[in-house]
């Protein structure tokens, strides 16, 4: 008896529908567009992207991007820009609902839903629902963290239970973008082992260095690169970083490019340029697509503590200070992130009670002279995803003969 596998490798190039929607960072967003880089040589990838357009910020080549007409939250609440919030619902869910039907695609993903992102359900739903109809393979790509505390334990639990209905309806694959060693899903969803498909955890997702017209070359050292994500909560701590500058400046050379976020209000963007303007040591931008060509070979990372910066502080080696993010929302989880890195050596922690000039200084200068960090943390998310979602749309059969 032979058994001969036919592979579907040499079939047309499978189709994924790549759902992202950010509603305050970036951060989803970046983690998102890594993914669909690794994605580009195996499949045909529709990113569908439902928050506010980023100037300058990079998509893969090969990718079809589709905006939806942008939501946002403020305050806990939906918002719409110069429309009603209701109108845009309609407007995205019959756009979408038609993508999906052009687009014809092998595989849906939903970045984070149903973990969180509830509020899109008006139009996740019916696209799982169609999914699954014309049984179209659906897969949840999903961060490290799933922060509950706040929630009560009614609350926790009618959450749970929806996520594992939500599961058992849709999904057949959830791809957990961390390091089951530092960070597995049962410690922050209790429920985890009643779940009907696939856990499978493919280490952290880290930016990749792509080409860019950074040139290293042209950037001063010592360098610190100063950095808030998104920017909505960065203010506090590049305000800090500009009234350090001179007392730095009179300790040792070096240069500090700072870089604000595409979301961070123009009000706070202006002040921060007014403090910095006569610092010759600091570079202020608004925002760049190549951070991670700053933050390679830099001396120092002064960061909050986002997913995505706090793999590119990983992924690069850099000495770095972690101020976990001051947002309700995400203190929680940035603090808890930066806390196991902590203990690991991986990233140093910076408290809030460290911003005034001279406390941030003596960290600055401290931590210039410390050995640079190493760690054995799996950043090899973006290659490990594409290789099981290869797996899952280029299936083998098995005939006996």
């Not at 305050?24 to 669909?36: D, F, K, Y």
Request: glycine letters at 4%.
């Amino acid at each position: 008896m032979t058994t001969i596998l036919l592979s579907l490798l040499n079939s047309p190039m499978k189709k994924i529908l790549f759902y992202c929607q950010y509603l305050a960072g970036m951060g989803h967003l970046v983690r998102s567009t890594e993914i669909v880089r690794s994605l580009v040589p195996d499949f045909q990838v529709s990113l569908v992207i439902g928050g506010e357009p980023i100037d300058q910020f990079e998509v893969p080549d090969g990718v079809e991007v589709v905006y939806l007409p942008a939501l946002r939250e403020d305050a806990g609440k939906l918002m719409a820009l110069n429309q009603s919030v209701e109108s845009v619902k309609i407007a995205r869910r019959q756009r979408l609902l038609a993508l999906f039907e052009q687009f014809q695609p092998d595989c849906v993903i939903t970045e984070c839903f149903p973990f969180s992102k509830y509020k899109m359900a008006f139009e996740l739903l019916p696209l799982l629902e169609r999914a699954k109809a014309t049984q179209v393979k659906v897969v949840c790509s999903l961060r490290d963290l799933i922060m509950t505390q706040s929630m009560s334990e009614k609350g926790l639990a009618r959450k749970q239970a929806r996520i594992l209905d939500q599961i058992r309806q849709f999904y057949d694959l959830v791809l957990c973008h961390s390091d089951r060693n530092l960070q597995s899903l049962d410690a922050c969803f209790p429920s985890a082992h009643a779940l009907t498909c696939e856990v499978f955890y493919t280490g952290y997702v880290a930016q990749s260095l792509v080409t860019s017209s950074v040139q290293q070359q042209d950037l001063k050292s010592p360098r610190i690169v100063a950095s808030v994500g998104g920017g909505r909560y960065g203010y506090s701590l590049l305000k800090a970083i500009g009234e350090v500058g001179p007392l730095l400046r009179q300790a040792i050379p070096h240069q500090i490019y700072a870089f604000a976020g595409p979301f961070m209000p123009e009000s706070e963007f202006d002040s921060l340029q007014t403090l910095t303007s006569s610092q010759p040591n600091i570079t202020l931008q608004r925002f760049t697509p190549n951070l991670m060509d700053y933050l390679e070979g830099a001396d120092l990372s002064i960061s909050l503590g986002g997913y995505n910066t706090t793999m590119n502080v990983l992924s690069t080696q850099v000495r770095s200070l972690i101020l976990p993010s001051p947002s309700p929302d995400q203190a929680d989880e940035q603090w808890l992130r930066a806390s196991r890195l902590a203990q690991l050596g991986a990233v140093d922690v910076l408290s809030p009670d460290q911003l005034s000039p001279s406390a941030l200084a003596h960290a600055i200068l401290q931590h210039l002279h410390t050995a640079k960090p190493s760690h054995a943390i799996n950043l090899k998310g973006s290659e490990n995803t594409a290789k099981r979602l290869r797996q899952l749309c280029n299936q083998t059969v098995a005939l006996a003969r």
